[in-house]
C-alpha cells in the first residue's frame, strides 16, 4: 500500500494500524505523510498526528449526533493548526513551501473533429 512506501521515507513516522481506519482517513494520513511539513516533524509531532488520526476518523464515522461533530471539528483544527497543516500556519511559523508544478497540457494528436461547431 501507499502508506508503508511513504511512511517509510519520513523519519520518526509512526507505524499505524491502518486496518481499523475508514479509507478517508487513511487517505488523510497519506496526504500527511506527502506534506512538507512532515519532513521535519519530531516524536511529539507524530503522536499529536497519531491522536489527530483518531479524532478524523470518529469525525468522518459519526454521522448521528451533531454536538459531538462540533468538538471533534473544533479539536481536529486546533491540532490541525498546530500541525501547521494550513498555509496561514507555515507562514507564521517562517516555514516555505515550493507551490505545486502546474501540469503540463499534453498535446492534441489529432484535430477535434467537433470544433467549430456552436
Known amino acids: 500500500m501507499e502508506i508503508e512506501a511513504l511512511t517509510a521515507g519520513v523519519a520518526d513516522a509512526p507505524e499505524i494500524d491502518l486496518s481499523r481506519l475508514s479509507v478517508r482517513t487513511q487517505e488523510y494520513y497519506a496526504a500527511i505523510l ?38 471533534l471539528a473544533a479539536e481536529i483544527r486546533q491540532l490541525e493548526d498546530r500541525l501547521l497543516f494550513g498555509q496561514k500556519e507555515r507562514a507564521s511559523a517562517g516555514v516555505r513551501v515550493k507551490p505545486p508544478m502546474k501540469a503540463e497540457e499534453p498535446e492534441e494528436s489529432e484535430p477535434d473533429p467537433f470544433a467549430g461547431m456552436d
Not at 521535519?40 to 449526533?65: A, H, I, S
Open 34 to 71: 506527502r506534506s512538507p511539513q512532515a519532513a521535519v516533524y519530531q516524536p511529539t509531532d507524530w503522536m499529536r498526528v497519531r491522536d489527530l488520526l483518531t479524532l478524523k476518523d470518529l469525525f468522518y464515522r459519526n454521522e448521528g449526533d451533531p454536538v459531538l461533530i462540533l468538538k
